[in-house]
């Protein structure tokens, strides 16, 4: 890990811990060269997976895309980077559960969308109404109208 400040190839581990999600480790670490400490995080990371578009195209799966879709959905909502980080550890630990090498994008928005649900509702809208590709108001008053019916269930429990 090379230093940020002054580029030394060489640093050490002083610190590791879990960090607050248990999903990635904190690493504190100190540079050989000129002493400056810092932080970096280690998290797992999804490989040899190929996402199968629509359109039959096949890609190399990129948790850059999910991040930047849910970083669009949530902008302006109450969400702070561990909440964040917690998400798209979720969606990725639903990913590696379905145990296949190629998954259809469709698989993929749809868990998506499920967590999207249960964590922001508005964000869930916002993702929706692209994912889907509404057409107009009227499919986006059909989709609010299913969750203002799921929340009046479940306040009557």
């Given at each position: 890990?090379?230093c940020?400040?002054?580029?030394?190839?060489d640093?050490?581990?002083?610190?590791?811990?879990?960090?607050?999600d248990?999903?990635c480790i904190?690493?504190?670490?100190?540079c050989?060269k000129c002493?400056?400490?810092?932080?970096?995080?280690?998290?797992?990371?999804?490989?040899?997976?190929?996402?199968?578009?629509k359109?039959?195209?096949?890609e190399l799966?990129?948790?850059?895309?999910?991040?930047?879709?849910?970083?669009?959905?949530?902008e302006?909502?109450?969400?702070d980077?561990?909440?964040?980080?917690?998400?798209?550890?979720?969606i990725?630990?639903?990913?590696?559960?379905i145990?296949k090498?190629k998954?259809?994008s469709?698989?993929?928005?749809?868990?998506?969308m499920?967590?999207l649900?249960?964590?922001?509702?508005?964000?869930?809208?916002?993702?929706?109404s692209?994912?889907?590709s509404?057409?107009?108001?009227?499919?986006?008053?059909?989709?609010l109208?299913?969750l203002?019916?799921?929340k009046k269930?479940?306040?009557k429990?």
């Amino acid at each position: 890990m090379k230093c940020p400040i002054c580029y030394f190839e060489d640093t050490k581990v002083i610190d590791s811990r879990s960090a607050s999600d248990g999903l990635c480790i904190r690493r504190r670490r100190e540079c050989l060269k000129c002493g400056f400490r810092f932080s970096t995080y280690e998290e797992i990371e999804i490989l040899d997976l190929v996402i199968v578009k629509k359109d039959g195209r096949h890609e190399l799966y990129n948790r850059e895309k999910i991040v930047k879709g849910l970083k669009r959905a949530l902008e302006k909502r109450p969400v702070d980077k561990e909440k964040f980080q917690r998400l798209v550890h979720a969606i990725e630990r639903d990913v590696q559960k379905i145990r296949k090498n190629k998954i259809a994008s469709e698989k993929i928005g749809e868990i998506i969308m499920r967590h999207l649900k249960r964590t922001d509702q508005v964000a869930y809208i916002r993702y929706a109404s692209v994912y889907e590709s509404f057409k107009d108001a009227k499919q986006f008053r059909n989709e609010l109208n299913k969750l203002i019916k799921k929340k009046k269930i479940i306040k009557k429990n």
